[in-house]
């Protein structure tokens, strides 16, 4: 469980990063992608684990090819 948690974790840290490289605030990045503001924040914060679609979606709105998605996947080197 702590496995799970920690992987979390990590996948919002990268999520931050990612959106905050492409300039835009928490808001931005959800009205891009569609989903709520509380859904990029709750990602975030590691308290999430977000559908494929939502992936997908958040993605999209950071202009993330798949090479890249491979390449910055949490626990990858």
Do not use: C, H, Y
């Not at 959800?30 to 308290?47: D, F, K, N, W």
């Not at 999209?60 to 949490?74: H, K, S, V």
């Amino acid at each position: 469980m702590e496995d799970r948690r920690d992987r979390l974790r990590e996948l919002g840290e990268l999520l931050r990063r990612l959106r905050k490289d492409a300039g835009l605030t928490g808001k931005e990045l959800a009205q891009l992608a569609g989903v709520a503001q509380p859904t990029i924040s709750r990602m975030e914060t590691g308290r999430l684990l977000p559908t494929p679609e939502t992936v997908e979606q958040v993605s999209a709105a950071l202009n993330l090819d798949q090479q890249t998605r491979e390449t910055e996947r949490p626990g990858s080197p």
